[in-house]
T-cell receptor
Framework: GAVVSQHPSWVICKSGTSVKIECRSL??????MFWYRQFPKQSLMLMAT?????????EQGVEKDKFLINHASLTLSTLTVTSAHPEDSSFYIC???????????FGSGTRLTVV | GNSVTQMEGPVTLSEEAFLTINCTYT??????LFWYVQYPGEGLQLLLK?????DKGSNKGFEATYRKETTSFHLEKGSVQVSDSAVYFC?????????????FGKGTTLSVSS
């Protein structure tokens, strides 16, 4: 079945530094990638949607200059948290879709802790 | 707008008990409905889905029926196991937006003890 590999699974970084999270579709072409943020004991909040080769569409309230999304190929999308601060600590999950008729495949998530 | 409402947890059950997790939705038209499961420290896995009214999705002993009249998609299992302990999310995809993101409920934590 469709698999999305997300790395790293966890990362600790110092405040002010940047962190990059990768999501790769291993056996299908991800025409659309969704990035979610999950707060403890809460639901997944959609941050942005990206289509291969296009700029990402960010949800209201999400800072596009802080959360940089790149979807340069059909198998790779990245989320870069720039100048991270403790309030950015969260669980980030990507989800990929291969197009009409394909389901949504989720990565295993990245636990980001900013100290 | 579109939204999903799930019963609040946590739900605590003994092994072999009957499980129901309520889910209702608000959406225009006929959205597709999903249940996802998230085990500790992991991402989401599709548990089951239904794409039209009266469809029943089933998997691993779990079932949910798409009820248009009550805008519900309740998750049920006749006999839970300790291994079913996880967070369960109900989600929808708007009916006329095939490429859009899923909209999730807040999730319900299930804890099953032996």
């Amino acid at each position: 079945g469709a698999v999305v590999s997300q790395h790293p699974s966890w990362v600790i970084c110092k405040s002010g530094t940047s962190v990059k999270i990768e999501c790769r579709s291993l056996d299908f072409q991800a025409t659309t990638m969704f990035w979610y943020r999950q707060f403890p004991k809460q639901s997944l909040m959609l941050m942005a949607t990206s289509n291969e080769g296009s700029k990402a569409t960010y949800e209201q309230g999400v800072e596009k200059d802080k959360f940089l999304i790149n979807h340069a190929s059909l198998t790779l999308s990245t989320l870069t948290v720039t100048s991270a601060h403790p309030e950015d600590s969260s669980f980030y999950i990507c989800s990929a879709r291969g197009g009409e008729g394909y389901g949504y495949t989720f990565g295993s998530g990245t636990r980001l802790t900013v100290v | 707008g579109n939204s999903v409402t799930q019963m609040e947890g946590p739900v605590t059950l003994s092994e072999e008990a009957f499980l129901t997790i309520n889910c209702t939705y608000t959406a225009t038209g006929y959205p597709s409905l999903f249940w996802y499961v998230q085990y500790p420290g992991e991402g989401l896995q599709l548990l089951l889905k239904a794409t039209k009214a009266d469809d029943k999705g089933s998997n691993k002993g779990f079932e949910a029926t798409y009820r248009k009249e009550t805008t519900s998609f309740h998750l049920e299992k006749g006999s839970v196991q300790v291994s079913d302990s996880a967070v369960y999310f109900c989600a929808l995809r708007p009916s006329n937006q095939a490429g859009t993101a899923l909209i999730f409920g807040k999730g319900t934590t299930l804890s099953v003890s032996s």
